[in-house]
C-alpha cells in the first residue's frame, strides 16, 4: 500500500479526472479497504477540497467547487501550460500583470527542478496589435525550445513553412533558416519569433506556429543591438511596412461627411476630431497610400482630402482603377 501522502495524491488525481467515481472502484484503484478510502476522503476535506458524497446504489464521491482555494495538483503539462499564460498576462490589458508575476512566483517555488528551469528561460514580450482571423496554435514545446535557445542565447536551426500556391493551400519548406534568436513575443494571439538571419544577414520576425526547431542548437553569440532597442515597437513597425519606427510610412487627413460617433467605431488607431454634427476630421496610417486612400473610401460618405499631396494624387489613381474596372468589357455580362 502507498504511504498516505502519495495516496492522497493519487485520490485527488483520480477525482480530477472524472466527474463521479463510485466508492467500490475508488477503493479497487488505490487498493485500498472502503473504510481506508473513507478516511483519505475526510483528510482531503480538511486540506480544503470539497469532496462531496454521491447517493446511490453503489455510493460515491465527487470533487466538487469550494468556498476556498485548497493546494493544487498539477501535472507538467498543465504546469507549463499555466506558466506560459501567466507570462503573457501583461499582454491583456485586463490589469492584472501584478496579480500575474506574483502567482507565476508561487508557481514557481512548488515546481520540481525540471520544470522549473524550463519556465526560468521562458521571456515573452506582448506586442498590442488586432487579432488575426485565424490563428493556428504553436505547439508549447515548440515556444518552449524557442525560448530555451533565447535565454541560452544558441544559434538555433529550424525549419520554416511558408504559405505556398493559392491553388493548392499547401505550405512550402524552404532550406532551414540559422538565426541568432533574441526575442519571443506575442501579438493579436500569435506567437512569433525576433531573430537576426545568418544567411540574409537582416533582422527577421517569424511565425512561431511556421517554425520546427532542429537540434542540437549551435553555438553561442554575442546579442546584437535591435533597431531602436526597444521590441515591441520594432515588431510593431515591421507589421506597418516600417524598418524604423512603430508608426505607419503613410499617414494622411480627410474630412467626412458623417458624424464623429459613426466613424470612431471604425477608426481603428486613427484619431477623428468633431467638425460638426455631420462632419468630423479622420487622421489614420496605412502602409502605403493606396491602401490609405482604399480605407477612407470604406466610409459610405463625401470625402474632403486634407492631405498630404500624395494621398491625393493615390485617390485619382484609386478612381482611375475603379473607373476602368467599371467599364471593363470583358465582364461577364451573365453576373450582373
Same mark, same amino acid.
Given at each position: 500500500?502507498?504511504?498516505?501522502?502519495?495516496?492522497?495524491?493519487?485520490?485527488?488525481?483520480?477525482?480530477?479526472?472524472?466527474?463521479?467515481?463510485?466508492?467500490?472502484?475508488?477503493?479497487?484503484?488505490?487498493?485500498?479497504?472502503?473504510?481506508?478510502?473513507?478516511?483519505?476522503?475526510?483528510?482531503?476535506?480538511?486540506?480544503?477540497?470539497?469532496?462531496?458524497?454521491?447517493?446511490?446504489?453503489?455510493?460515491?464521491?465527487?470533487?466538487?467547487?469550494?468556498?476556498?482555494?485548497?493546494?493544487?495538483?498539477?501535472?507538467?503539462?498543465?504546469?507549463?501550460?499555466?506558466?506560459?499564460?501567466?507570462?503573457?498576462?501583461?499582454? $491583456?490589458?485586463?490589469?492584472?500583470?501584478?496579480?500575474?508575476?506574483?502567482?507565476?512566483?508561487?508557481?514557481?517555488?512548488?515546481?520540481?527542478?525540471?520544470?522549473?528551469?524550463?519556465?526560468?528561460?521562458?521571456?515573452?514580450?506582448?506586442?498590442?496589435?488586432?487579432?488575426?482571423?485565424?490563428?493556428?496554435?504553436?505547439?508549447?514545446?515548440?515556444?518552449?525550445?524557442?525560448?530555451?535557445?533565447?535565454?541560452?542565447?544558441?544559434?538555433?536551426?529550424?525549419?520554416?513553412?511558408?504559405?505556398?500556391?493559392?491553388?493548392?493551400?499547401?505550405?512550402?519548406?524552404?532550406?532551414?533558416?540559422?538565426?541568432?534568436?533574441?526575442?519571443?513575443? $506575442?501579438?493579436?494571439?500569435?506567437?512569433?519569433?525576433?531573430?537576426?538571419?545568418?544567411?540574409?544577414?537582416?533582422?527577421?520576425?517569424?511565425?512561431?506556429?511556421?517554425?520546427?526547431?532542429?537540434?542540437?542548437?549551435?553555438?553561442?553569440?554575442?546579442?546584437?543591438?535591435?533597431?531602436?532597442?526597444?521590441?515591441?515597437?520594432?515588431?510593431?513597425?515591421?507589421?506597418?511596412?516600417?524598418?524604423?519606427?512603430?508608426?505607419?510610412?503613410?499617414?494622411?487627413?480627410?474630412?467626412?461627411?458623417?458624424?464623429?460617433?459613426?466613424?470612431?467605431?471604425?477608426?481603428?488607431?486613427?484619431?477623428?476630431?468633431?467638425?460638426?454634427?455631420?462632419?468630423?476630421?479622420?487622421?489614420?496610417?496605412?502602409?502605403?497610400?493606396?491602401?490609405?486612400?482604399?480605407?477612407?473610401?470604406?466610409?459610405?460618405?463625401?470625402?474632403?482630402?486634407?492631405?498630404?499631396?500624395?494621398?491625393?494624387?493615390?485617390?485619382?489613381?484609386?478612381?482611375?482603377?475603379?473607373?476602368?474596372?467599371?467599364?471593363?468589357?470583358?465582364?461577364?455580362?451573365?453576373?450582373?
Amino acid at each position: 500500500m502507498q504511504k498516505t501522502s502519495a495516496r492522497l495524491l493519487s485520490l485527488l488525481s483520480l477525482l480530477q479526472a472524472r466527474r463521479d467515481w463510485p466508492g467500490a472502484l475508488l477503493s479497487r484503484r488505490l487498493d485500498v479497504s472502503p473504510r481506508t478510502l473513507r478516511r483519505d476522503i475526510d483528510r482531503l476535506r480538511e486540506l480544503g477540497y470539497p469532496v462531496l458524497a454521491v447517493k446511490g446504489p453503489d455510493g460515491g464521491y465527487r470533487l466538487d467547487a469550494g468556498t476556498r482555494l485548497p493546494p493544487l495538483l498539477f501535472d507538467d503539462e498543465q504546469a507549463i501550460a499555466l506558466a506560459v499564460a501567466l507570462r503573457t498576462a501583461a499582454g $491583456t490589458g485586463a490589469g492584472i500583470e501584478d496579480g500575474a508575476a506574483r502567482a507565476l512566483t508561487t508557481l514557481r517555488q512548488v515546481m520540481p527542478a525540471r520544470l522549473r528551469h524550463r519556465i526560468d528561460a521562458l521571456h515573452v514580450t506582448p506586442v498590442e496589435g488586432s487579432a488575426p482571423r485565424s490563428r493556428p496554435q504553436a505547439d508549447a514545446g515548440v515556444l518552449m525550445a524557442l525560448s530555451a535557445a533565447v535565454h541560452a542565447r544558441e544559434v538555433l536551426r529550424f525549419d520554416h513553412a511558408v504559405p505556398g500556391p493559392a491553388d493548392t493551400g499547401d505550405d512550402v519548406v524552404p532550406p532551414p533558416r540559422r538565426v541568432e534568436p533574441h526575442h519571443l513575443v $506575442t501579438r493579436g494571439g500569435r506567437w512569433y519569433l525576433v531573430a537576426w538571419d545568418l544567411d540574409r544577414e537582416d533582422w527577421r520576425v517569424f511565425r512561431a506556429d511556421r517554425v520546427t526547431p532542429r537540434t542540437p542548437t549551435g553555438p553561442r553569440f554575442t546579442p546584437r543591438e535591435l533597431p531602436g532597442q526597444d521590441v515591441a515597437a520594432f515588431v510593431t513597425g515591421r507589421f506597418r511596412g516600417s524598418d524604423h519606427s512603430p508608426d505607419w510610412p503613410c499617414r494622411g487627413r480627410a474630412v467626412l461627411r458623417l458624424p464623429a460617433s459613426a466613424v470612431f467605431p471604425y477608426a481603428a488607431d486613427g484619431t477623428v476630431e468633431e467638425l460638426g454634427p455631420d462632419r468630423c476630421r479622420l487622421t489614420l496610417g496605412s502602409w502605403s497610400w493606396p491602401a490609405l486612400a482604399a480605407a477612407l473610401c470604406v466610409f459610405d460618405a463625401d470625402i474632403e482630402v486634407v492631405g498630404p499631396a500624395a494621398l491625393k494624387e493615390a485617390f485619382a489613381g484609386l478612381a482611375d482603377r475603379c473607373a476602368r474596372a467599371a467599364a471593363d468589357p470583358s465582364a461577364d455580362p451573365a453576373s450582373s
